[in-house]
């Protein structure tokens, strides 16, 4: 926070400072009480929706030099005008978020060593977060910061691999972070194995109950109170989630085929998949740990090819919960747009 003094002799400025700066402080106090709560519930802004959209020709190569007189843009069927139009090389705020829990300790270096790489592959303009998260809860290791050394020094210092895994909690604590950077595209790149600690003892509790040939289906991923608030607010802040799953929270990997392990497993790789799918971003599996490099340029790659539109929603003033679909054409029959696929106007 930046310090500043008011001469004495200026008690007219000097009464006004204090009355702002108590205004503030009260504010903040509010923000913080109203995030502890636990269940927050998060207001979609639906009067206006941001897309981050993702352009492939027949062959899959994307196309990056597109404009906006490319894109139509429907939601419910409707067509929308497009109010803004952002093309591939824009600069985005994302947010670089390491898993550092226990089950991390053993490949910290290999997690370094890509993020590190991840740098060398974004544009100087892109402005970066890096946030740890273990069993001692959410850190932030550096705030918004287009400093390359800067940013290669919190990476270095990231703390060794311990206890639980507050994942929604980070996510939700990275969103908060981005709904600070204004109009700026947005995005979210995370390192993690999926398995929530909080979420996957609702999970086992489920499962527990479940009989016993239902325990393969018995936990309803989408329905996830964490996951729920996360989309919504990624909904709110047009932000676009990357999960990079690492293998230790692969349910095909698992030493023992116990049903309701797998089980929960399942579920928490399913939610990395819908936060990918929901927000417009891509799920990358690693398989081994030297795919780590290859994987984190094949993100920024991503990155560098989504374009960003911005339409108005045709009910601006409606939050009756339900469901918009959106459905992003374009002008030129050979080429193919993907981008999220809706919201929950809420």
Same mark, same amino acid.
């Given at each position: 926070m930046n310090s500043f003094s008011v001469p004495a002799? !200026?008690?007219? !400025?000097a009464h006004r400072a204090s009355v702002i700066l108590s205004f503030a402080l009260l504010l903040v106090f509010a923000t913080g009480v109203f995030a502890q709560?636990?269940?927050?519930?998060? +207001? +979609?802004?639906? =009067?206006?929706?941001?897309l981050n959209v993702?352009? !492939?020709?027949? =062959?899959g190569n =994307?196309? +990056?030099?597109?404009?906006?007189?490319?894109?139509?843009v429907y939601e419910d069927g409707v067509r929308r005008t497009i109010l803004s139009f952002e093309p591939t090389e824009a600069p985005f705020s994302l947010v670089l978020m390491l898993d550092m829990s226990g089950s991390t300790v053993n490949f910290r270096q290999q997690i370094q060593g890509a993020a590190l790489r991840f740098l060398d592959a974004l544009t100087p303009e892109d402005r970066v977060a890096v946030v740890e998260f273990n069993g001692k809860g959410v850190k932030s290791l550096l705030g918004f910061s287009t400093d390359r050394r800067k940013i290669a020094y919190a990476i270095t210092a990231l703390a060794s691999g311990a206890g639980e895994t507050p994942l929604y909690e980070a996510l939700k604590f990275s969103l908060k972070e981005l709904g600070h950077e204004g109009k700026r595209r947005k995005a979210i790149v995370v390192l993690t194995d999926g398995l929530d600690t909080q979420v996957r003892n609702g999970d086992r509790a489920i499962v527990v109950k479940a009989p016993e040939a239902e325990i393969g289906t018995a936990i309803k991923p989408e329905t996830t109170s964490q996951v729920v608030s996360v989309l919504n607010q990624a909904d709110r802040e047009g932000v676009t989630i990357f999960p990079l799953a690492l293998p230790s929270g692969d349910p095909k990997r698992l030493p023992l085929p116990d049903p309701s392990i797998t089980a929960m497993y399942a579920a928490a790789r399913t939610r990395l998949q819908l936060l990918a799918d929901r927000t417009g971003g891509r799920m990358h599996e690693i398989r081994r740990?030297?795919?780590? =490099?290859?994987l984190y340029a094949q993100v920024a790659a991503d990155l560098r090819a989504l374009y960003t539109v911005t339409y108005q929603a045709p009910n601006p003033g409606s939050h009756d919960g339900k469901w918009r679909e959106i459905r992003v054409e374009m002008a030129r029959a050979d080429l193919v747009a993907s981008t999220k696929p809706g919201y929950f106007a809420r």
């Open positions: 002799s !200026v008690s007219l !400025v709560q636990p269940d927050e519930v998060i +207001t +979609t802004d639906t =009067s206006l929706v941001q993702g352009v !492939v020709d027949k =062959s =994307s196309v +990056t030099t597109l404009s906006r007189n490319d894109f139509v740990l030297d795919d780590l =490099s290859r």
